[in-house]
Nanobody, 124 residues
């Protein structure tokens, strides 16, 4: 199971840090990824991190503002979100799958396990 937390209401320009705790024993052996879904829109890739944290990947609109990190000892992945904008408003989901590889980290269909989502609302 994946348990996401840390969402909330923040003004534009503010910051939030999301956390996702995993109970799967495969956590430390696979990519961890964040997606988000705005009202009426599809769930889209936000950021991903590889097993040893040496490689991170971001959707273009969040580059330079969001930072993904992980703690394999605690089975937690984080998403530090700075300089938040109203267009960042969405439900944020963490996801993992033992079978995901670099070529499909941005594909929703590649992930077998999803957190319940945490709401992030950015007011203007």
């Amino acid at each position: 199971q994946l348990q996401a937390s840390g969402g909330g209401l923040v003004q534009a320009g503010g910051s939030l840090k999301l956390s996702c705790a995993a109970s799967q024993h495969t956590f430390s052996r696979t990519y961890m990824t964040w997606f988000r879904q705005a009202p009426g829109k599809e769930r889209n890739f936000v950021a991903s991190i590889n097993v040893n944290s040496r490689h991170t990947y971001y959707e273009d609109s969040v580059k330079g503002r969001f930072t993904i990190s992980r703690d394999n000892a605690k089975n937690i992945v984080y998403l530090q979100m700075n300089s938040l904008r109203p267009e960042d408003t969405a439900v944020y989901y963490c996801a993992l799958s033992p079978s995901v590889i670099l070529s499909n980290i941005k594909a929703r269909s590649a992930y077998a396990y999803w957190g319940q989502g945490t709401q992030v609302t950015v007011s203007s």
